[in-house]
């Protein structure tokens, strides 16, 4: 399949958010300064209401894309069809310019774990996920884009680098790519590795998206950092410069700033998108900074 979200020189910015109930009204009354938003296509499963009222409001001035978080692609055993037709249901009913969804299990017996659960870098894992991602993209009949995952430990018995195994995942599907930079973060410093030699190991040339969120820090004496992807806080620093390390790479690539818990006023997430909007602008005009990341 080939890739199918349009070209970004017809967005009216590169930057986008999250988007959540609470700041709708807010948004349809303000200024035109993001380029769209990102929704969880669980949350507009139902069939009416005012979650669809007020996002057909938001669809009718702006782009969308569509983040899934319970397709499980990398569980063990089917795709639960009925999850599936709703989300075809979700994409056809406002047509988002990306579907998007984790390299992760959340699913066993036919039972939903609440958790993005890691998958571990096999041969069989492999041809798991590949099988799953092109059911979803046909069933879609459009490509969708995979993001890499925060995690907290490595599998023994993983045959592939977490790099090596999302690039094969890319050759065997033609699926994009999902940049969660703060993913990356918590996975590099959990692991004690280095996030920009992951980030120049990444097929990047598939990014479709990226996305920056904050993390949550559980230090204790005499042990070492434990980094959570909790989404409850701003982007961190080493976050922001690992994005202008890609961004100097790629040149601009739609982004969300992903915020779920906490939730701070809309003018605050705005202006978080606008700084990757500024960010982008910058790069793109020759600012070429070094990072030390």
């Not at 967005?11 to 938003?37: C, D, M, N």
């Not at 909790?230 to 080493?238: G, I, K, M, N, Y």
Request: hydrophobic share 40%.
């Amino acid at each position: 399949m080939s890739r199918n979200y349009p070209a970004m020189s017809t967005w009216p910015s590169y930057a986008g958010v999250g988007l959540k109930p609470q700041h709708v009204g807010e948004i349809l009354t303000a200024p035109r300064e993001l380029g769209f938003f990102e929704i969880h296509a669980e949350n507009y499963m139902g069939a009416g209401g005012v979650p669809h009222r007020q996002l057909a409001a938001i669809r009718a001035e702006y782009p969308l894309s569509v983040h899934g978080v319970g397709l499980s692609l990398g569980s063990a055993g089917p795709l639960d069809e009925a999850h599936l037709a709703r989300l075809v249901a979700v994409v056809e009913r406002y047509e988002p310019v990306l579907v998007s969804e984790h390299l992760a299990w959340s699913t066993h017996n036919s039972r939903f774990l609440n958790d993005l659960l890691p998958v571990p870098y096999t041969i069989e894992a492999l041809r798991r996920v590949a099988e799953h991602v092109d059911h979803v993209q046909n069933a879609l009949g459009r490509t969708i884009a995979l993001e890499n995952p925060s995690t907290y430990l490595s599998f023994a018995e993983s045959a592939f680098a977490e790099t090596d195994f999302i690039s094969e995942v890319v050759r065997r599907t033609g699926c994009a790519l999902l940049l969660d930079v703060n993913n990356v973060h918590v996975r590099c410093v959990n692991g004690h590795t280095s996030a920009l030699a992951y980030l120049d190991s990444f097929p990047i040339g598939h990014v479709a998206e990226i996305h920056l969120a904050g993390h949550a820090s559980n230090v204790e004496a005499g042990t070492d950092t434990l980094l959570i992807d909790s989404h409850d806080r701003p982007v961190s620093e080493a976050v922001w410069a690992l994005y202008a390390h890609v961004i100097r790479s790629t040149g601009p690539i739609p982004t969300v700033i992903e915020r779920d818990a906490d939730i701070p006023s809309w003018s605050t997430l705005r202006d978080e998108a606008l700084r990757a909007q500024a960010t982008t602008a910058a790069l793109s005009a020759g600012d070429t900074h070094e990072v030390a990341c």
